[in-house]
């Protein structure tokens, strides 16, 4: 049976919903040796098993490690991870008198407070003085149990098939009125049953502008929205709908949701920020992915195991795959870790499956068992098994002549440098730190690398052997595992793939992306309603276990899970049936003071919720309005140009090397280059997430610094400048021309009387531009109603 | 008391009030000040911690690339004895970055006396920081996981050898909002010569919201990103168009819309912040006694004397976490003396002494060294054995901070190393147990400050670290 046969031979679990109990998990503190230990052996238990040789009893040392871990006829007094195996801590707790230690007879007791201190020094890896005891071969080499998960432990609602309740029939003309989809009757039974009313349908300029955000992120022009609003047929809103999802700007707003949650950057974060200078190729497939509407569950296999599943030459599955090596990367100088680094790259690879598919926290798992949810340490070591011969693949991809070319840059700086090695080698230790600056010095004046997909193989060769880890530290490895999906989602006693499985990455995706998986499709249809909405139905949206937040419309989420799959894995049609719905086209005043009483977080949404323009959509949206906005796709990404004080905080101020054509400095926010380790300052301020780890859902924090950044910064003065010269030129020196244009550009709306006056009031005495500063700074502006 | 209970005004009237009236807040009285930061519209309003404070304020002198115990706080004899030797085998195991297993024994040049009622022993490098050695305990037995810079500095700094958390900074703030009504909660003030290795990551809010960001002083005129004006527009003129952006705000907002009222506080507060700042940075109101007791206008102590006297301001208006950090750029403008270690501390102590018991002093004399927790160190210390034939490498398994103020017991040493400085043997304290210490002496509680993170009530301290007891 080949590997796929023997995975899709697992069964998905019909799980019965039991009443969910919380998990207490009390902090075991840290258990020192030294401190804690020690004194205990010493006094109960050195002067038999101590430096005494004509004392000492069985040849055992407890005061050394080599021996209080070493195998004594087949026991051995400690073992480290493991108190049930531990020989000493047996006979600490046994009840029969003829092994209890220490002897009944001899005037030493252990208490049980005692005797609690060494099981949780076992338990927490024995580390003795800091370093970890040697660990037999024999134990590293045993396999790990295959473990069993109870009926309470399955219980987990996510983790029960989506169920099929019937959509609510509803017998006021009224409501059956408002009810336009499944979606609105979930929203409105659950708003009944509070003794709540949806509010009333948005006006049409708000419609408008609240959809172009949503779905490509920049306002509607002046015409775009006249479009729209004088268009009086009855299809009029969904035809807009399906222009936007047309639009290639939709791929450019809905990819950066997901280059988001796969924590994208171009660079590598810690000391060094290597660059990647391909990786912009993985942004432009993601962008490209949603722009196709590819499947969802194609979308997922692509990234997961795309190069297993590729020829030579189909660089979108090559570059799909380099997924796998988004996240950060430690290079040090010195005397390398190896086996530390590695461990670092596969807790990576392992940690996003399951924070961006599956929704589960199965990082928690690498140190110990889960606190919260059913997923045993033994089983995260399982999911990262499936990475285990994943190494980095840079794809070359260009032509001989160029690599002539380029051979003979590299080669006149290699000549520099050869000698400086050669010195180096011979260098007395004083002489090296200089040597080695002037080699670096070199390195950065090599050209840039050729073009090459940043992807990732499989490589049998380099295999990593992968060991459940004491306490998740890569130096005390401890029984070995194999391949195999999430335990709990399994029978007990399912099997582990074979090692030499062929393509296990697209394996572990052909599991998630199997329709049964009870996860994938909530969660992925949990995120889309995030997106639209500002709050997930499941508001945890990486975390459906026992620790995140209960469905607030469990039902709804269950349908547009099951409408997911049955349309093809379509993000478009969700989006279709969700756009489309009477939920979401409803007002965001809140006018309702029973609504705002009863349910002030609108959870069970008897109003659409307001949105503050995310960085990107802030950035992009100066740029529109201002007329610069350069919207070229794709392509190696951009360097803006900063503060030179911004530079010089950089390690390596030489990387930041400001793009030469000026024209690319306004291009849409995605093409700018995500640099782990240089946040541009106007987007991280305005709550940009920091590229280190998966981000569900951007925060809309409200602070000064915000307003500094739009009053004096660069960008927002710079853009002013030039609304005010587009106001001039469009409306020649019509000042209320010119009041009104700036409303329906930066606001989508015309000026109220109020407005137009104060405004006009102001421009008796102060420049244009300060208007345009102003208007930059408006809640209109920066709120999406 | 809410903003609720008070039915003879609407919550729009006092939010204008409290927040937007930048006149009129000069002039409202303490109580209503105190109201509008508990409102729940400004995450940044000043919180009571769950216990009782010793510390309002923190200032962290961070000594970039890891100063070295055995020439500082740490005298080790026996290691002078076993000079050029190989280390005994008696004294265990160590990774290093760089030095060999072939390595000797370096003993140290610098001499040590022992100062003050304590009699603490210090070295000859810090003569005047050694005065202050009654108000300083000396944590002799620090250790921390890891011996490069840019994953022990993470540590130091967010408790975690990888960045993407949340700095102590960050945390502080979000535990206890701030003081300061005119300017950020926490500052770095980084070293003009270079960053570091970790970059600005290490002093991040992680995955805390982005309103407990660090403001980075920046070397120069212009320390605080965009509080400049753009060049051309007067500070009147800018003060009509920010009162344009009140009023068209205003016209449009429903009374009851906290969100957009704090959005408008925000603007007040950032033209209270461009007042107010430059004045904070214009140390010529300072007396020239103090300008002389820091070092400032004389080499080599004028930066990081005016970056401490810059501290010392900053505090005083309430703000909570500050950083001064001395190194930056290449390893040997910071306190990283692979090379050297004579030259390499001879000058970095040079720059950091008077400054530093300047600090001490002043915040002494001010009545201010008993809320503000002064905390010294870098994010590990140097190697025993020698790198070169006179430098020392990283070196993790024991080092020396110290603490002052903020309820700390001065006067006392805790811990130790063995006895060449190779590993702390006695009460070894880890980074966590010192971010333990931090937060107690804020009144917060390492269990309760929590922020709920992929799955996980993430807190500084990663897994329970021990307060300090010796000290508080």
Known sequence: MNAAGLLFGYAWLGVLALPQVAVAAAAIPTVDFARDVRPILAKNCFSCHGADDKERKAGLRLDLADSAFADHAGTRAFVAGAPDRSDAYLRLITTDADDRMPPTDSKHNVSPQEIQVIKAWLAQGALWDGKSPTVAPAAVEAKA?????????????????????????????????????????YVLQRLHGAGLAPSPRADNVTLVRRLYFDLIGLPPTPAQIDAFTTDRTPDAYARLVERLLASPQYGERWGQHWLDLVRFAETDGFEYDTHRPDAYRFRDYVIKSFNDDKPYDRFVTEQMGGDELAGEHDDDLLVAAGFNRLGPLRKNAGNQAVTSSRNEVLTEMTNVVGAAFLGVTIGCARCHDHKFDPIKQADYYRIQAFFAATQDRDVPRYTPDEQVLWKQKVALVQDEIRPLRAALRRASDDERPKLEQKIMDAEDRLPAPLPALYSVSHDVEKKSPVHVLVRGQYQQPGPRVGMRPLGVLLPDGAAELPDDTRQPRTTLAKWIV????????????????????????????NDFGNNGMRPSHPELLDWLAGAFVERGWSIKEMHRIILNSATYQQSSLAADAVGRAKDPENVLLWHMNRHRLDAEQLRDTLLSVAGTLNLKAGGPSVMVPIDKELIDALYKPLQWQITRD????????????AKRNLPLPFMQV??????????????????????LELLNGALSNTQAEALARRLRTQTGSNVRAQVALAYRLVTGRPPTAKERALALRFLQRQPLREFAVAMFNLNAFVYVN | MTLDSRPTRNRREFLTDAFCGFGSLAFASLLAQQQARASVTNPLAAKTPPKAARAKSVIFLFMAGGPSHMETFDPKPLLNKLHGQKRPASFGEAKYQFVQPNAKLLGTKRTFARYGQSGIEVSDLFPLTAACVDDLAVLRSCHGDMVVHSAAQYQL????????????????????????????????????????????PMYGNGFLPAVYQPTMFRPGARPVLNLELPPGVSAAGRRKTIDLVRSLNQAQMAPEDGELAARIGAYDLAFKMQTE??????????????????????QPTDDYGRRCLLARRLVEKGVRFACVVSGGGPGTLQWDAHDDIEENHLRMSGHTDRPVAALLQDLKRRGLLDTTLVVWGGEFGRSPESQGSKGRDHHNLGFTMWMAGGGIKGGRVVGATDEIGLRAVDKPYHFRDV?????????????????????????????QGKVIQEII
């Open chain 1, 514 to 541: 199997d329709p049964k998986n009870p996860l994938t499709a909530r969660v992925m249809a949990n995120r889309i309603w995030l997106y639209h909405f500002g709050r997930g139905l499941v508001a945890t949206p």
């Open chain 1, 686 to 707: 305005f709550d940009a997430p920091d590229m280190q780890a998966s981000c569900p859902r951007r925060e809309a924090t409200t602070h000064a610094p915000q307003a």
């Open chain 2, 157 to 200: 700094f967010t408790g975690r050898v990888v960045p993407g958390f949340p700095s102590m900074g960050s945390w502080a703030v979000y535990g206890l909002g701030t003081e300061s009504d005119a300017l950020p909660a926490y500052v770095v003030l980084p070293d003009p010569k270079g960053a570091l290795e970790a970059g600005l």
């Open chain 1, 145 to 185: 149990p295959l473990g069993s998960y109870s009926p309470k432990d399955r219980a987990l609602w996510s983790f029960a098939p989506p169920a099929k309740v019937e959509v609510p029939q509803f017998a006021k003309p009224a409501d059956q009125g408002w009810v336009r989809s499944p979606v609105d009757a």
């Open chain 1, 662 to 673: 000026a024209s690319e400095h306004q291009r849409r926010s995605i093409y700018l280059i």
């Open chain 2, 277 to 298: 700042a430059p004045r904070l940075f214009d140390l010529s109101n300072e007396p020239k006694e103090t300008l002389a007791l820091y070092g400032i206008g004389q």
């Open chain 2, 435 to 463: 971010h333990t210490t931090i937060l107690n002496q804020l009144g917060l509680d390492q269990d309760l400050l929590t922020y709920l993170h992929q799955g996980r009530k993430e807190r500084l301290t990663e897994v």
